[in-house]
């Protein structure tokens, strides 16, 4: 692949077997699908299905769908860093489209600024409290929505100014620098303690009210917000290098391996917590996410087993409005009207039938949107 940076390298790839600017690979579309998926009515949808159940297996597949408290990992912590990773694969493909019809930085720079300011904002509106107008309430950076402003920022920056080499020196330098400060900076308590941390000891510092009172945090977590992005160009790079999707596939799996491997090595030095988005946590996260790319890769562009992605196409496709809109309206209020009779005969599976029934108002939403060819894309 060619070491230029992504602002250098405006050309088509036209060898076989890669792709060009404006054409995407299906498994991005479809993992973005099943990821939001999650995110807006499937977490759902599951847990009510245990509620109903009530059986070992589906507790502990509800269990999964759990953030975990503090150490370790869960399918659920998956769920934001696989959102991040994509938008750096999705940065790749469209920042090289829009260089290629206009090599223009300051035309480029204008959409990031924009982009960046309209996630914050609805960061702010989704869980920031902003939309309370209560200035007591409101929260400044608290939202997945920020992060990914945050690591789209960094990215660009790494990505259009650097060459490949010193691209992954920088990504190599975010994760150590952010170990650092936990390494050699005191904290009011224990370096991972929940409620002492320096990372969350700066977010007090610095944001004070508006600070959201959990345990997440944010400002020097940012460092590895960047990191989760910059892994998510990475593979973008390896997607649209011009191998053979074989070959291709076997770069994916063996770099997924190894992220897995690096962050169990880091892992007694710089445990895995991801509310503080530490650096074993970003290759962890990262390896995960590479593999479930890799699979889907195998499914939709090497065996060419697509039908079963249109659905998640559709709810990929419009992924920021999906999010947003299903965290502002509640869907299940309106499968309410239409199914809330049914709860004198369903018992414990009312829920399970509301949770479908919101869901399903949603994809039809989506689903319409779709068809009528209207993205809403920030």
């Known amino acids: ?27 991005i579309d479809a993992l973005r699908g099943f990821d939001m998926f999650w995110i807006i009515g499937g977490e759902y949808i599951f847990k009510a299905f245990d509620r109903g159940v009530g059986s070992p297996a589906t507790q502990w597949i509800s269990s999964q769908l759990d953030h975990s408290p503090w150490y370790g990992f869960t399918f659920y912590d998956i769920i934001m860093p696989l959102f991040m990773f994509l938008v750096g694969v999705s940065m790749v493909y469209s920042t090289t489209k829009r260089l290629a019809a206009d090599p223009s930085h300051r035309r480029l720079w204008k959409h990031i600024v924009i982009r960046i300011a309209l996630l914050w904002l609805l960061g702010m509106m989704v869980q920031g409290h902003l939309l309370s107008y209560d200035i007591e309430k409101i929260a400044l950076y608290s939202n997945t929505l920020q992060a990914i402003a945050a690591g789209y920022l960094i990215a660009s920056l790494i990505t259009l100014y650097l060459p490949l ?13 952010y170990w650092a400060v936990f390494a050699f900076v005191p904290g009011p308590g224990a370096p991972y303690d929940p409620e002492g941390n320096i990372a969350l000891h700066i977010d007090k510092l610095i944001l004070g009210n508006f600070q959201d009172g959990t345990t997440y945090t944010w400002i020097l977590s940012s460092l590895n917000f960047g990191a989760t992005t910059m892994l998510g160009a990475f593979t973008a790079y390896i997607l649209r290098a011009g191998r053979r999707p074989t070959r291709t596939l076997m770069i994916l799996a063996s770099g997924g391996v190894g992220l897995l491997l ?8 710089h445990p ?32 060419r087993y697509t039908s079963w992605t249109a659905g998640l196409v559709v709810i990929g496709s419009n992924a920021i409005f999906a999010y947003v809109t299903s965290h502002l309206f509640d869907y299940t209020s309106v499968a309410r009207m239409f199914l809330g009779g049914l709860e004198q005969y369903s018992g414990p599976w009312q829920w399970f039938i509301l949770s479908l029934g919101g869901f399903a108002v949603l994809y039809g939403v989506l689903y319409t949107m779709h068809r009528k060819k209207i993205f809403i894309k920030i």
């Open 1 to 27: 692949m060619n070491r230029s940076a992504i602002g250098l390298h405006h050309q088509s790839i036209t060898s076989s077997g890669a792709t060009t600017p404006s054409q995407r690979v299906l498994a």
């Open 165 to 177: 080499l010193w691209q992954a020196a920088a990504t190599v330098g975010l994760m150590l620098a």
């Open 262 to 269: 690096l962050s169990f090595a880091w892992m007694p030095l």
């Open 272 to 303: 895995m917590v991801k509310h503080l988005w530490t650096g074993s946590f970003v290759l962890f996260s990262g390896g995960v996410c590479v593999l479930m790319l890799s699979v889907f890769y195998v499914l939709t562009d090497i065996l």
